[in-house]
Structures are given as C-alpha cells and as structure tokens.
C-alpha cells in the first residue's frame, strides 16, 4: 500500500519525483517535519496520528471520522488547543456544490416553511457480516507519565475501500460512515446545534455467520425543540427510493426536498409549483487527472476539492502573516450512536470503551462517564 501510494504521488508531480516513504508516522514527524499533515488512515489511527502530529508542530487535515469516540475528540482537541495548532476536519457533503444551492435557494429561501422533520438513510449492501481476516493491531497506551507501545489483541474485521470498518474495536461502523455525512448537511442546512436528546436501537438481525459485529439494521433519533432527524440504515433489501439510496429528506409544511450526494429535488404540494432539480458538479475537463484515478469517486472530487483548499488553508495563511489563529472548535467523536460532547456526558457503544478510555482520559479536557453494552450483545438500546 505505501508502494502504491508513493508511485501516485509521484506521478501527479511536474518532476515525477518519489517522495520518501515511511511505515510509522512517528519517523516521517521525526525526520520530515511537516508544517501540515494530511491524515487518512484507517479510523482507529486518526486521533494517535493526529495527537502526534499537532505535538510535533504541525497543523493538521484530519479525514473523518476523526475518532472512534468523544474521548479521542476531546484529546484531539486538547491539543490542538495546548500547541495553538489549526485541525480542519474534511465533511465533503458542505462542500458539495449541488448541496450549497439546495441550502441557498430552496431552505435558506424559506421554500420549505416550517420544517417539522428530516429523514436520512443508508440503503447500501455493504455486507456488514461478512468473514474477514484477523490481523495484529497495534495501538498505543496514553497514561500521565507519557506513552508507551503494547501489542494489543488480534483484531478482524477491518475493510479497506468501500464498506468501510466491520469491527467496533477499530472504527465507527455504518453510523459513523454514513449517517454522520448526512446528518452533517442536515445540521447545517437547518443551523442546528447539538441535539437535546440521542436514542438508537438496532442489531444484528440478518446473521450470516460473518465475524463482524456492527449492526446491520439500525434507528438513530436526534430530538430538538419542535425538530427530529431520524436515522435509518439497513443491509438487506432494495431502498425505498432508488434514486436516494444514501440520502436525506426534510418536510416542510407541505413541500419536500430530497438531498443526496449525487442528486437533490425539490418536490412542491402545489401542482401548478415547479419542481427543481439539481444534479452533482463533475470537473472532469477542468481537471482530466481524475480520470486516471483508480477509485476517485468522481462526484466527490469537487467536494474534496473545496474543503481541502477553504478554511484550512485561510487559518494556514494567517498563521504565517502572523495573526491570531481562530479557536478549533469542539471536536466530536462518534460511535454506535452520535455522542453527547458535554463534559460529564454518557457515551455509549457496544465495544472496548473502557480500555480505549484509559488511554485518552489524561488527555481530555474535562470529565466523561463510559457507559458500556458488552461486545457480545447484538442489540444495542440507548439514549443520553
């Protein structure tokens, strides 16, 4: 894979020259100094590498999702604050061209009214008990003295590509993959905060004898005043739409507007009313490159493109003409339901918490209870 990756960027520079390669990001930290780092590693690397990387200097462009769970955010952002560092996280779907005009002439407008209720779902046959190989996963132990390497248990399920992480212990499963992305635009579209109260229920309800343990049919409900958005994701079946497959759809009084990252309509009550289509931006003449990508997802290419070179690269510049580099913000992690980031918070999750805790709670900002459901339970039921 670092082969791989070292002859793509060697043949997108003018001078086709290798970049040099390393297998443990402490030695590039070490060696390279990078003033900015790009983080795209497998999902339970994120916060280690991206705690790493701000202590060594450097500000950070952090792919989502950016832990396993809040205390991993908190970490994160613990010390982004400490070092005065600034951390962009990538949520494509803000970027994301069609979505801009969709918030700007038809929720922003006001077209909708009264929005009363969102629904999103991920309809995807991304077979999440499917058998995959073990394979030893290396992990770090965070204590107040400082650091220290341990080998810890052999772990399975993790996919790299399309599907994503199968296993609790290394990633944020479906919930993290797809629902996030779609409850991102939601939020932003309806400038929401945090919600007032998180219930999931789900599990393992078409067994196939894989070795993965995430949920294959799951419910999220976020509660605001006057306000839900409503999760729903299963593995099996056709969608209920199949133009939105992986979507979301607000009501307003009466009309309706369906979003998603390929498409978005705008579907009025009032028969005489013109509907509006959007479809999704492709630049491939503008930047024929991504042609030769091998699996470069086309329709988020703009996307990447935007949120890669805006605020990150603003609070970038500031910091080298020497102004006052902005707040990072709260950072938040997610698991098998979206966590409360309030100190003092529960979060919840069928998986190894309390050992993953140990390893951040020096490093946390403020207090957090870990409640856990057991690893072996198939169903998971909770709210905070």
Known sequence: MLDGAIEIAAQRQPSHR???????????LREQKPKILLIGSPDHWHALHAIDAIEAGADVDLQKPISRDVLEGDAILAAARRHGRVVQIGPQRKSTPHLIEAKQTIVGAGRLATIGHVDMCGYVPIEPTATHPSAPCRSFLITSSGRGRHRCARTTGYRTGAGGAHSWSMATAIVGDMCVPMLDPACWMRKLGWPKRISSIGGIFVPTGGTSNITDTQTVTFDYDGLSLVWQHRTGGPPAAPDYPWALVIYGEKDVLKASTMRADFLPWDKSAKPIHLERLYEREQYPEDLAEKTIELNAAPATRRVRGGSALSGWTKRAMGAPVPDVGRVRGVGAVLR???????????????????????MSPGPLTVRCTPPAALRTSCAH
Do not use: M, N
């Open 18 to 28: 290798r970049p040099p390669g390393c297998r443990d990001h402490r030695d590039l």
């Open 340 to 362: 409360s980031p309030r100190a003092g918070a529960t979060a919840a999750g069928g998986r190894d918490c309390p050992g993953r805790a140990a390893r951040f709670a020096t």
